[in-house]
């Protein structure tokens, strides 16, 4: 005999989700959604940084580029583009905010121009978000 009014299959009057389960349900749901969105701009925070990055180290590469194709008689000295200790005119703020290239030469304190000589750029910036950044390139220049 079947008793009126209870579907088969069903729990009896308790069927479907309760006002508590329902609520765990959402909170679990926020929480992963919380957690997939912070890593989403986790992830752009990295990426902008990284081509902050790899842009800072494509001009020190052009800047020593610059350099090497001086002779090296020509690359220390007073009014040169590479002066040592001065920043280099071409790369003030060209793509970085506050974006200088300084070059040192270590060994080399005027006068005559050794060989090899050391040629260190040292550029700095803030990043996006107003930090300040550093980052170095070195090579050594034979005559």
């Not at 329902?22 to 940084?49: D, G, K, R, Y």
């Not at 200088?100 to 121009?113: D, L």
């Not at 000589?117 to 978000?129: A, N, Q, R, S, Y």
Request: glycine share 8%.
């Amino acid at each position: 005999m079947r008793k009126v009014g209870v579907q088969p299959g069903c729990r009896g009057p308790r069927a479907g989700f309760t006002l508590l389960e329902i609520l765990i349900a959402v909170a679990v749901l926020i929480v992963a959604v919380t957690a997939a969105f912070a890593t989403q701009l986790s992830s752009l925070n990295l990426l902008h940084t990284a081509r902050e990055t790899n842009t800072a180290m494509a001009d020190l590469e052009n800047a020593m580029e610059r350099a090497l194709a001086l002779a090296t008689d020509q690359i220390p000295v007073p009014g040169s583009a590479f002066q040592a200790g001065q920043p280099i005119a071409a790369f003030e703020g060209l793509h970085l905010d506050n974006q200088r290239i300084v070059a040192t030469y270590p060994g080399y304190a005027g006068g005559a121009v050794p060989d090899p000589l050391e040629i260190v750029l040292t550029m700095t910036w803030d990043d996006w978000v107003g930090r300040p950044r550093t980052m170095r390139l070195s090579t050594m220049k034979v005559r």
